[in-house]
């Protein structure tokens, strides 16, 4: 049976698979910043990425709880090449995924929820 | 740091237990303490002079006493040297010294002055500590005590820290990493 790092990375390959080229990299993170699995390019620091993608998700719920407008889905922070999303995979785990500057957004949102409910369970 | 560390899980009154055993503050050095608490009463008094000249006299430390009550902070301080010397190094104890480190993070004083002003203290206790028959024992324990202090207060802003980023971030443990630079 294949380890749960193995499991998460099939999960990620099959969503990078299913968005073409428009992800180029993801991981699964926990809550306190530690990836369990990641596919990202080899100039990018996995540890790192993991480390903000938590504090990002951290940070947005804290918004989302002074608002008072609900639990946070998902973060997307567009720059001007590329994009980066990040959205709960169940209750301990994050997805953190990286984008190109041209992708298609709605495609990769509805791949990546997939993708992130699957990690969920594995996780 | 990705290895979760027992001392993160020690908090609170906790840490002055851990500090007592960590730095072997025996029962002895104790009643030696305990012993000098008079003639610690009766340096206090040149102790809080020294203390408040030089604070007064540095304007950065000088503007942290404007509008306050000066009998009150005097009293405070002297009763701070004086506690040194209980004896007791329970959880009570502890927890009296963190209010201090506490009210030093909540006034936004750096930590830096507590720190530099505790060798006017060390003076005097070891002043004190001098009048026992075994001094050198008394100035060890009193070194050890003061010692205590210092990690209490310095505790006291790491937890704050901690705790800020922690509440922003909604994790400690990534507080913790995100501190130390991961």
């Known amino acids: 049976m294949a380890s749960r790092q193995e499991q998460i990375i099939a999960v990620i390959d099959q969503l990078m698979t299913n968005t073409g080229t428009d992800v180029v990299g993801a991981a699964a993170v926990g809550l306190d910043g530690i990836s369990f699995a990641s596919r990202m390019a080899a100039d990018v620091s996995t540890e790192r990425v993991a480390a903000v993608a938590a504090t990002i998700m951290g940070v947005t719920r804290r918004v989302g709880g002074e608002l008072r407008i609900g639990a946070a889905e998902e973060v997307i922070i567009k720059a001007n090449k590329g994009l980066f999303m990040v959205l709960p995979a169940g209750d301990q785990s994050l997805l953190a995924v990286n984008l190109r500057q041209d992708a298609n957004l709605g495609l990769v949102r509805l791949e990546a929820r997939d993708a992130a409910r699957a990690i969920s369970q594995i996780v | ?182």
């Open chain 2, 1 to 182: 740091m990705s290895v979760e560390r027992s001392s993160w899980q020690i908090k609170n009154e906790a840490t002055l237990s851990e500090l007592v055993q960590l730095m072997g503050l025996s029962a002895d050095e104790a009643a030696i303490l305990k012993s000098l608490q008079s003639a610690a009463q009766r340096q206090a008094p040149a102790m809080r002079e020294d203390f408040y000249k030089r604070l007064l006299a540095h304007p950065q430390t000088a503007e942290y006493f404007s509008d306050i009550n000066m009998n009150h902070m005097y009293d405070m301080l002297q009763t701070w040297f004086v506690e040194l010397f209980c004896g007791v190094y329970d959880e009570a104890y502890a927890r009296r010294r963190m209010k201090i480190g506490d009210t030093h993070v909540r006034i936004g004083l750096p930590v830096r002055y507590p720190l530099a002003m505790l060798d006017v203290a060390m003076k005097h206790a070891e002043d004190v500590a001098r009048t026992h028959a075994q001094s050198d024992a008394a100035i060890t324990a009193v070194r050890k005590v003061l010692a205590l202090d210092v990690a209490v207060f310095n505790q006291a802003y790491e937890d704050r820290q901690i705790q800020a980023l922690a509440e922003m971030v909604g994790n400690e443990r990534l507080a913790r990493r995100l501190l130390a630079g991961e």
